[in-house]
């Protein structure tokens, strides 16, 4: 088994209520897919990742393991910039 650290935003938060960002140890021979996403908060827009379970679950990441960034691109982690207008602004 292999486990490494993520971490997620809590599957339900209570209603009027953002999601908490949480640590969980997936092991990694259960991951079918990691998909690069965007998550929108209240207060601004992160990069972040799609996790699919061999269980069915799926998980919002803000962070994934450093050995399987190098692997997806770190140009997919953190927040993004946003400069001016939204409209204004083309879907990287």
Known sequence: MKFRKFTV???KPAPGQEAEEIELL???DH???????RISRADKL???????TTNGKKYRASK???DLLNTIGEKYQGPI?????LDDQPFQ
């Open 31 to 37: 991951i079918i897919s990691i998909k690069p996403i």
């Open 46 to 52: 992160l990069n972040g990742f799609w996790i699919r």
């Open 9 to 11: 935003f809590q599957a």
């Open 64 to 66: 994934i393991p450093d």
């Open 26 to 28: 997936f092991n990694l």
């Open 81 to 85: 910039n946003l400069i001016g207008d």
